[in-house]
Every structure is written in structure tokens, then in C-alpha cells.
């Protein structure tokens, strides 16, 4: 199937610095999710983008739908040690299926 | 959203033998997915678990290894049969709610095969 290119692969960053991660497609997209993975847990949703160009917060994360709809980006501000995981981006076309990012995995140094 | 749960939350197995997980949600729901989940790597679509009829499976995966159940809107279960160390893998419930497409995930089942 289908698997979004995400990068980078891997991050090593001090504590309060900011995160930018993207995720792009060869295809065009409907709906991109941004997920993160903790180690031994399930992927949690972060943030859901419906519309090209939109641009959504949830707390320090900001996230957005680019406008040519394949590729969307992850921003972390002031970053934390609990922001320490895997983030994954996924896209929805004109099926049903979703399609995953290969994952950015995420390190703070405190 | 939804709160999933997977049992069991992990499991080591024997070559050859085979493993039925569970999922349950807190709410119907009409989607509901299987994932894999490789050491290391991205998630990959199985199966859609459909109600009442055949789950619908990806590329390369068939219903003779990976058999599915969904009795009704809130439960399915996945058997990974006859397994091999090539199985050993987080498999990954997930459901899909809302009027906007958005998928939450269960915690995983973290299999190992011996």
C-alpha cells in the first residue's frame, strides 16, 4: 500500500527548542492526522485537519494541511521531555483507508 | 472519540500455534481496523472488520492467516494463526468515529513468536 514520506526520520533536540517535522504524498489527500506513540502504547491523536490550509493548535502543537493537499506539517513549541516518542502522520484520500507516515521518532535532551 | 481496549495487552507464543486478540470499544461504531505494527517501522492496514459480513483484507494479507470476527458494532477479534517469528509484531485495533474521518487506536497487542 501506500506510505507517506515523513521527515526527518529522527530528531535530538535540547529542551525548549521548537519541532518541525512534515509528512508528504504523491497523492492528494483529504484528511491528515497527526499521531504520536509512546513506547509500548498505541499511536494518540494529536491533531485532525479537514480542509487545505487550515491551521489547527492544541496546546504547543500546531499542525497544517498544505494547500496542494499532499503534505501537512507538525510543529512543536517549547519542547518538553514528555515530548519524547514517535509522531506519525496519516492521510485519507477519496477511499477509506488511511495511509501512515514512516514515523518521526523524537528525542529531548533535558 | 473512544476508548479502546485490546486483550490481551501482550503475549509470547510457540511457532505453529495460534492467537486470538481482542477489541472492544465504549461505543458502536461502523469502522473498525486491524493494524500491524513491525518492530521499528510504520503501521499497516490488514483488514476493515465488517459487521455482519467477510472482513475486507489488504494486499498480502489473507482471511486463512488472519481471521477476523465482528459480531456486532463494538467488538471484533483478530486470530493470527499458525504463527511464525515472522508474526511477532504490536497488532493495533483502531475504530473510526464522527462525522469527520479520524481514527483512534487501541493500546496494542505486543506478540512475540518462539
Known amino acids: 500500500g501506500q506510505q507517506l514520506n515523513q521527515s526527518p526520520q529522527s530528531m535530538f533536540i535540547q529542551e525548549g527548542e521548537d519541532v518541525s517535522m512534515n509528512c508528504t504524498s504523491s497523492?492528494?489527500?483529504?484528511?491528515w492526522l497527526w499521531y504520536k506513540q509512546d513506547p509500548g502504547e498505541g499511536p494518540v491523536l494529536l491533531i485532525a485537519l479537514y480542509k487545505a490550509g487550515e491551521l489547527t493548535s492544541n496546546g504547543r502543537l500546531t499542525a497544517q494541511f498544505g494547500i496542494t493537499r499532499k503534505d501537512s506539517f507538525l510543529n512543536i513549541s517549547a519542547s518538553i521531555p514528555s515530548d519524547v516518542g514517535i509522531y506519525f502522520c496519516a492521510g485519507q484520500g477519496s477511499g477509506n483507508q488511511f495511509y501512515f507516515g514512516t514515523g518521526t521518532s523524537l528525542t529531548v535532551i533535558p | 472519540s473512544a476508548v479502546i481496549s485490546q486483550k490481551p495487552s501482550r503475549d509470547i507464543c510457540q511457532r505453529g500455534t495460534s492467537l486470538t486478540i481482542q477489541c472492544q470499544v465504549d461505543?458502536?461504531?461502523?469502522?473498525m481496523f486491524w493494524y500491524r505494527q513491525q518492530p521499528g517501522q510504520s503501521l499497516t492496514l490488514i483488514a476493515t472488520?465488517?459487521?455482519?459480513?467477510?472482513?475486507?483484507?489488504e494486499s498480502g494479507f489473507v482471511i486463512d492467516k488472519f481471521p477476523i470476527s465482528r459480531p456486532n458494532l463494538t467488538f471484533s477479534t483478530l486470530t493470527v494463526s499458525n504463527m511464525s517469528p515472522e508474526d511477532s509484531s504490536i497488532y493495533l485495533c483502531s475504530v473510526e468515529t464522527g462525522l469527520q474521518e479520524t481514527q483512534y487506536f487501541g493500546p496494542g497487542t505486543r506478540l512475540l513468536v518462539l
Open positions: 461505543s458502536q461504531v461502523t469502522m
Open positions: 497523492s492528494i489527500f483529504n484528511t
Open positions: 472488520a465488517n459487521q455482519g459480513s467477510e472482513a475486507t483484507y
